[in-house]
C-alpha cells in the first residue's frame, strides 16, 4: 500500500463504531469504492437548530468530495455558511432474514463523512469540480453535451469538502443468529439481496430520430452486473 | 378522496418547495408509497451542535413512523432525547442525460419528514411498532421466525414520529433543455433508468438441507418487477 489511498480512515469519537466495530472498515480505498459505487449522497446541515437530510449528487477528486447546487438551496446555502455538515452515501445489499426477529438485519455499505464544506470561488476549481460530479454521474457526458456557460456557473454554488474525519461500515454475509436459536429454530435463514442495474436508456421524445445512442451512454446498460 | 390519505402534506415553511415547485406532492398518498417503497431511511439528527445521518430501518402505521435501534447508538439517543429530527427516503429511478451539463439530472422520489421523536414506553405499542418494522423490512418475519424475548425487547430502543410535516419531490420524464438547445444540439438526451431487484433468495450456510424457502422468502425473488 502506497500513496494516499493507504492513509487510514480517521479515528475521531464520531468515526469509532461503538456497535458492531468488526463492521468498520478504516482503509481510505473502501471510502473511495463505497463513495464511486453511489449515485448520491444524502446532506444533512442544521438549518435553525433542526437537522435538514437531502439528496444530491456529488464529485469526487482524490480525498476531495465536491457537492453543487442552486445558489438558492437552503442546505447548500446552510452548509456554504461553514456550519458543520454530514455526507453518507449507503448501498442496500440484502435483507438478512435470521431465526429470531430480533437478529434481523440488513446488509449494506454506508460511509459517512463529517465536516466543514468550503465555497469554491477559484474558477479552475470550480470547473474541475463540477466535470468531477459530471464525470461521477453521467461519466462522458462533460465532453458530450454543451459545457456550462458563464451565467450558468454563475447560478451553481459548489462545495468542496475534505475527506479527513470518514468512516465506513459494511455488513456482509448471512444472519448472526444466537448458537442456540441456530440449533433449535427450524424457520429459514439467509439473505435475499437487492440488485441495482442501470435499465435500457430511453431517449429524449424530441430528440431527432438520426442521433443514436453514445457508447458512452449504453456502456452502462451493456455493462450491467 | 375521503379518510386520513386524504389529508394534505404540511405547508410549513421548510417543507415548501422554493425550488422546482412542480415537482412537489401534496397528496399523503405519495407520502405513503415513497415510504413503502424504501427499504431504509436517513435519520439526521444533531449531536453536539453537528448532523449526523446515519441509514436505519422503519416501519409505518398510517401517519406515524417507527424506528429502532440499540439503547446504546448515539442517534437514536440524540432522537430519543426529544431532540428534533429529519428522516429522508430516497429512491433513484434514472439518470437524466440533458443536451447541456447544467440541465443535467436525476429522477427520483424522495420522502422528507421533520418532528420530534417520541420513546415507545408502552408494551402494546412497542410491540406493534417493532412488527411494523419487520413486516416492512421482512414481510412474513413477524410469523416465521422466533418473536422477541424480554431481554431483547428491553434492549432496543422504539421511537414514533408523527409524519404531520413532511414533504415529498418527484422528478419523472425527459430532459427538460432550453428551447434553444433542443433546436441546436446535436448530442444524445434521454434517461438512463436505474431498476432495483430483489435477487435470488441465498441460504445460510448453517441451515438444515430439509428447510426450504417459505413462500414469503420466494415471493420477493418471484415478484420483481
Given amino acids: 500500500m502506497t500513496g494516499i ?8 469519537t464520531r468515526t469509532t463504531l ?5 463492521r468498520a472498515r478504516t482503509d481510505r480505498r473502501d471510502l473511495h469504492a463505497v463513495l464511486d459505487a453511489g449515485v448520491v449522497c444524502h446532506l444533512g446541515t442544521v ?20 457537492l453543487h447546487g442552486s445558489s438558492g438551496a437552503t442546505s447548500l446555502r446552510a452548509a456554504a455558511e461553514g456550519a458543520p ?8 445489499d440484502g435483507i438478512v432474514y435470521a431465526r429470531s426477529v430480533f437478529s434481523h438485519s440488513v446488509n449494506y455499505r454506508c460511509a459517512v463523512i463529517h465536516g466543514v464544506a468550503l465555497r469554491v470561488e477559484d474558477e479552475g476549481q470550480k470547473l474541475a469540480g463540477l ?6 454521474m453521467a461519466p462522458g457526458s462533460w465532453e458530450h ?23 465506513v461500515k459494511v455488513r456482509t454475509g448471512p444472519p448472526g443468529d444466537d448458537e442456540e436459536d441456530i440449533a ?21 421524445p424530441r430528440l431527432p430520430d438520426d442521433i443514436l445512442v453514445p457508447d458512452h451512454v449504453a456502456h452502462r446498460y451493456s455493462a450491467r452486473s
Fill in 85 to 92: 455538515v454530514c455526507v453518507t452515501v449507503t448501498h442496500v
Fill in 145 to 167: 453535451a454543451r459545457g456550462p456557460t458563464t451565467k450558468e456557473l454563475a447560478a451553481t454554488v459548489l462545495l468542496s469538502l475534505d475527506m479527513v474525519e470518514a468512516s
Fill in 184 to 204: 433449535s429454530a427450524r424457520c429459514w435463514a439467509g439473505v435475499v439481496p437487492i440488485v441495482t442495474n442501470w435499465g435500457a436508456p430511453q431517449r429524449c
Fill in 18 to 22: 461503538g456497535r458492531y466495530p468488526d
Fill in 131 to 136: 466535470r468531477a460530479l459530471a464525470d461521477h
Fill in 47 to 66: 438549518v435553525d437548530g433542526a437537522p435538514l437530510v437531502l439528496p444530491t449528487s456529488f464529485g469526487r477528486i482524490g480525498d476531495t468530495l465536491y
Fill in 5 to 12: 489511498d493507504s492513509t487510514p480512515l480517521s479515528s475521531t
